[in-house]
């Protein structure tokens, strides 16, 4: 609580400060200079270009009605900006080492990860106070980093991925959390109540998991194994594992997205140790196909009205080239190459998905307007290194075709 500076300048606005669609604003994180530029995602003009901590990680999180965006940056300061009135709220330090943040589905909480301490820390969203400490140490007491904390709407928790344990966390904050443990246990009289806030469920895994992509319903997550071999599914409802994944070569999970496909719905997530994107199937588990790339990618991106699949090769020789997937015939339809040996990376799209954007991953970058139909370019926007892009309406409406 010492660290935290609130902005003694800072005044509410009633509404924006300007005129465009409030849900199709897009923050756009340079990294070269540690600056955040706040988009018109119609007209694609910088409404604002305000400074953040060193060196951003992880992606912003909007408040639910998409008013306020919370920035976390690596040596764990959090900041909180009113996208209405344009003007930094405040900030607080929640770890020296910190992975990323969650929001509550309801707003009032962020989760913030550290690897250093090791904790979770739980930040009010009202005034940035410090709601919650939490240490992370296994069941057996071995002290963990998180390697990273996602929301999980319908559960009304936090899930952790945990570095140095084989276990997944479950930090409850709504008002009735499910009861683990002696709750039925004749050794407590009457059932077990929660005494404190944020209770914590621990999970153990068979291995140790350190990416995690969630089905739309929240009860399956899809683990990725450190060794680079495979995942695991585990069912949070029960507490265990269901099947095992076919995902050679160090899947990001954390990037993967879904749609539908035929009678089902399929998860692809590009690998970070080969040139390969990985189809599943979220009903059978099973690998629908391997779709062969110019390299490891790290980020893929679509949209619910588009009828592509967006993936980069983000390492080795093919950096500067973007791949274009069909969704139906899961077969690469184009390849980009925006800037010769450039990086090129991280796709977001505007509310509606016409557009997409594509970020030139240098210190004398740009963001590339693309249509998302005939995939012609429209406009280059110069940038300072752009690493993400973060759509307000995607992001709140949890898209299918973005990472949550």
């Known amino acids: 609580m010492a660290s935290r500076e609130l902005n003694p300048e800072y005044r509410p606005a009633d509404e924006p400060v300007w005129a465009s669609d409030p849900f199709n604003i897009t923050l756009v994180v340079e990294t070269g200079d540690h600056h955040v530029s706040v988009l018109d995602g119609d007209t694609f003009e910088t409404l604002d270009r305000f400074p953040t901590p060193?060196?951003?990680?992880?992606?912003?999180?909007?408040?639910?009605?998409?008013?306020?965006?919370?920035?976390?940056?690596?040596?764990?300061?959090?900041?909180?900006?009113?996208?209405?009135?344009?003007?930094?709220?405040?900030?607080?330090?929640?770890?020296?080492?910190?992975?990323?943040?969650?929001?509550?589905?309801?707003?009032?909480?962020?989760?913030?990860?550290?690897?250093?301490?090791?904790?979770?820390t739980i930040l009010s969203t009202e005034d940035l106070s410090v709601a919650a400490v939490q240490e992370i140490k296994g069941k057996d007491g071995t002290p963990s980093r998180i390697s990273a904390v996602y929301q999980a709407p319908p559960r009304e928790s936090f899930v952790l991925a945990l570095?140095?344990?084989?276990?997944?966390?479950?930090?409850?904050?709504?008002?009735?959390?499910?009861?683990?443990?002696?709750?039925?246990?004749?050794?407590?009289?009457?059932?077990?109540?929660?005494?404190?806030?944020?209770?914590?469920?621990?999970?153990?895994?068979?291995?140790?998991?350190?990416?995690?992509?969630?089905?739309?319903?929240?009860?399956?997550?899809?683990?990725?194994?450190?060794?680079?071999?495979?995942?695991?599914?585990?069912?949070?409802?029960?507490?265990?594992?269901?099947?095992?994944?076919?995902?050679?070569?160090?899947?990001?999970?954390?990037?993967?997205?879904?749609?539908?496909?035929?009678?089902?719905?399929?998860?692809?997530?590009?690998?970070?140790?080969?040139?390969?994107?990985?189809?599943?199937?979220?009903?059978?588990?099973?690998?629908?196909?391997?779709?062969?790339?110019?390299?490891?990618?790290f980020f893929m991106r679509s949209h619910e009205n588009s009828p592509y699949v967006w993936v980069d090769v983000f390492f080795g020789p093919n950096k500067d080239v973007m791949h274009v997937i069909d969704k139906g015939s899961l077969e690469i339809v184009k390849t980009l190459r925006p800037e010769e040996g450039a990086t090129v990376a991280h796709v977001e799209f505007t509310r509606d998905g016409s557009h997409a954007l594509v970020s030139i991953w240098e210190d004398d970058g740009a963001v590339i307007v693309y249509d998302a139909d005939t995939l012609k370019e429209v406009r280059r926007l110069p940038m300072r290194k752009p690493s993400g892009k973060y759509n307000v309406w995607n992001k709140i409406t949890f898209s299918e075709g973005t990472s949550h």
Do not use: C
């Open 54 to 120: 060193f060196a951003v990680h992880g992606g912003p999180k909007f408040s639910p009605n998409g008013r306020y965006v919370f920035i976390m940056s690596r040596d764990g300061w959090v900041q909180k900006y009113d996208l209405y009135s344009l003007q930094e709220v405040g900030r607080i330090r929640a770890g020296l080492n910190s992975r990323n943040i969650a929001m509550s589905h309801d707003g009032n909480w962020v989760a913030v990860a550290n690897y250093l301490p090791n904790t979770l």
């Open 163 to 297: 570095k140095d344990v084989p276990e997944i966390w479950e930090v409850f904050y709504g008002p009735n959390p499910p009861h683990y443990g002696f709750a039925h246990d004749w050794r407590i009289e009457g059932p077990a109540r929660h005494t404190k806030p944020f209770p914590v469920r621990k999970i153990t895994t068979p291995d140790y998991l350190d990416d995690f992509f969630f089905d739309q319903s929240y009860e399956y997550v899809m683990g990725a194994s450190r060794s680079g071999d495979g995942g695991q599914v585990i069912d949070l409802v029960i507490g265990h594992k269901i099947a095992d994944l076919d995902l050679p070569g160090m899947p990001h999970l954390g990037s993967g997205i879904t749609w539908k496909y035929g009678d089902t719905t399929v998860m692809a997530t590009p690998h970070l140790k080969d040139g390969t994107v990985s189809v599943i199937d979220m009903k059978t588990w099973k690998t629908v196909k391997q779709i062969e790339t110019l390299g490891p990618g």
